[in-house]
């Protein structure tokens, strides 16, 4: 069975700070797909990142970075310099592999993100 | 392109009471699905569709039915809605096998007396 963690219920930080998000996974498969989404205040699930199993690179797009590492089934997600606008719950999910079940993603709990002035 | 359009977006039932939430996408997308959202829970898989006709049980898929006549369409069905489906609901849906990056209505408030 497929799980996801993400132990940090709630995070707050006051604005320009470096903030953390972990997740932790489990599964069988060797092949899967790990993601991250973004649900502000206003409640749309906002699509962040995918990542395959094989491509352990870390990944940077601007402010946001991820960090990637099947030695510890991490794949932790990193905002720098934070924003008031990056308040939001941040969701890491897992979808297994097999080409059959693009809909089916395992989510974690969701960490919640405060960012103040 | 609207994208995924969920409706209604706030519904209250009484408990026995039927009612069928509506989602349609305009991305001719194959895969769809119906997640819910409860406090503290992350999001948990009702059920998906791998295409027109093909549905399948998802993480709870009791008491909600759902059928895929067209590619377009998903309807979830509560056959008797009970307080304990009180939640938000999302529907989502994805290219293709290869993506897997779901698209995600914006969501059905519903609460069940």
Same mark, same amino acid.
């Given at each position: 069975?497929?799980?996801?963690? $993400?132990? $940090?219920?709630?995070?707050? %930080?006051?604005?320009?700070?470096?903030?953390?998000?972990?997740?932790?996974?489990?599964?069988?498969?060797?092949?899967?797909?790990?993601?991250?989404?973004?649900?502000?205040?206003?409640?749309?699930? %906002? !699509?962040?990142?995918?990542?395959? =199993?094989?491509?352990?690179?870390?990944?940077?797009?601007?402010?946001?970075?991820?960090? !990637?590492?099947? =030695?510890? =089934?991490?794949?932790? !997600?990193?905002?720098?310099?934070?924003? %008031?606008?990056?308040?939001?719950?941040?969701?890491? /999910?897992?979808?297994?592999?097999?080409?059959?079940? /693009?809909?089916?993603?395992?989510?974690?709990?969701?960490?919640?993100?405060?960012?103040?002035? | 392109?609207?994208?995924?359009?969920?409706?209604?977006?706030?519904?209250?039932?009484?408990?026995?009471?039927? +009612?069928?939430?509506?989602?349609?996408?305009? +991305?001719?997308?194959?895969?769809?699905?119906?997640?819910?959202?409860?406090?503290? +829970?992350?999001?948990?898989?009702?059920?998906?569709?791998?295409?027109?006709?093909?549905?399948?049980?998802?993480?709870?898929?009791?008491?909600?039915?759902?059928?895929?006549?067209?590619?377009?369409?998903?309807?979830?069905?509560?056959?008797?809605?009970?307080?304990?489906?009180?939640?938000?609901?999302?529907?989502?849906?994805?290219?293709?096998?290869?993506?897997?990056?779901?698209?995600?209505?914006?969501?059905?408030?519903?609460?069940?007396?």
């Amino acid at each position: 069975a497929q799980k996801v963690t $993400q132990a $940090q219920t709630e995070i707050s %930080v006051v604005e320009k700070e470096d903030v953390t998000l972990d997740c932790v996974y489990e599964t069988r498969d060797t092949t899967y797909y790990l993601f991250w989404y973004k649900q502000p205040p206003s409640g749309e699930l %906002v !699509f962040l990142i995918r990542r395959n =199993s094989f491509d352990e690179q870390n990944e940077i797009s601007g402010r946001y970075s991820w960090n !990637f590492q099947k =030695s510890t =089934s991490s794949f932790n !997600f990193t905002i720098t310099a934070s924003q %008031v606008v990056d308040s939001a719950v941040y969701f890491c /999910a897992l979808s297994e592999g097999n080409t059959g079940t /693009a809909s089916k993603l395992t989510f974690g709990t969701g960490t919640r993100l405060q960012v103040t002035l | 392109n609207a994208g995924v359009t969920q409706t209604p977006k706030f519904q209250v039932l009484k408990t026995g009471q039927s +009612m069928t939430l509506q989602c349609a996408q305009d +991305m001719n997308h194959e895969y769809m699905s119906w997640y819910r959202q409860d406090p503290g +829970m992350g999001l948990r898989l009702i059920h998906y569709s791998v295409g027109a006709g093909i549905t399948d049980q998802g993480e709870v898929p009791n008491g909600y039915n759902v059928s895929r006549s067209t590619t377009e369409d998903f309807p979830l069905r509560l056959l008797s809605a009970a307080p304990s489906q009180t939640s938000v609901y999302f529907c989502a849906s994805s290219l293709d096998r290869r993506t897997k990056k779901l698209f995600f209505g914006s969501g059905t408030q519903l609460s069940v007396l």
